[in-house]
Each structure stands twice: as structure tokens, then as C-alpha cells.
């Protein structure tokens, strides 16, 4: 009498690495867009947050100081950092808050970094 082996067959196991694969290939680009996007919203709302500590500071007397703005005696307890790395800018009285970070998809305006282009809705 022939004993029967139990498991699966080399090409069961290749057929469901293969759809593992179709399906990575499909989520990790998603999921690398969506990251970028939400890094890129958080940095707008820090550069939101700067300009409103900037008027904050205009409206009191201030100074637009990196030391008038953060720390403990503030408008904002802890500096802000951008999430996906860039460095921020307060600028002057004049200009809005920048975010140097400068990998963005001109096409795609959830990536930009910037508080005109994206209050705006605007490409320019």
C-alpha cells in the first residue's frame, strides 16, 4: 500500500508567490504617494502654525526671531520639523514661512511644501 504525503506542490506555492507579487506591486507605489502626501500636509500645517506665531508676535511688539517664536515663552512650545526632512524658513514680516524640502511632483499638488501653493490651490 502506497503511503500519500501531505503539503503542497512546488507550483501551488509558485502560483501564490506570484499573486503576493501582483499585489505588492500594486500597493507599495500607493502607499509611497499617500506617505508623500501626508508628510507633505503635516509641513503645511507647521507652516500654518509659523504664520500664525509670526502675526502673533507682529501683533504683540515682537521680534520674528526663531527665540520670539518657539520655546517656552512662545507662540509655539516645540520648534517644528518638517516630516520629510526639509528645513523651515520664517522669513520676514512681509513673506510667508518656506519649507526647503525639494522633492516635489510639480504635477501632483498634494507634494508641495509650500503654504501659498497649496492655501491657493494653485500651480504657480
Not at 500519500?4 to 500597493?27: D, P
Not at 526663531?66 to 516630516?83: E, F, H, N, Q, R
Not at 522633492?103 to 509650500?114: E, G, M, Q
Amino acid at each position: 500500500m502506497k503511503k500519500m504525503l501531505k503539503g503542497f506542490t512546488l507550483v501551488e506555492i509558485m502560483i501564490v508567490v506570484a499573486i503576493i507579487a501582483i499585489l505588492a506591486a500594486v500597493a507599495i507605489p500607493n502607499f509611497i504617494k499617500y506617505r508623500r502626501s501626508s508628510q507633505a500636509t503635516a509641513c503645511v500645517s507647521n507652516l500654518k502654525q509659523i504664520q500664525s506665531a509670526k502675526e502673533q508676535s507682529l501683533m504683540a511688539g515682537k521680534g520674528l526671531t526663531s527665540a520670539d517664536l518657539y520655546g517656552s515663552t512662545g507662540y509655539i512650545k516645540v520648534t517644528p520639523t518638517c516630516p520629510a526632512g526639509g528645513a523651515y524658513t520664517i522669513g520676514d514680516s512681509t513673506t510667508d514661512p518656506t519649507c526647503d524640502y525639494s522633492d516635489t511632483d510639480a504635477n501632483d499638488t498634494s507634494t508641495w511644501h509650500s503654504l501659498n501653493r497649496a492655501a491657493t490651490g494653485t500651480g504657480g
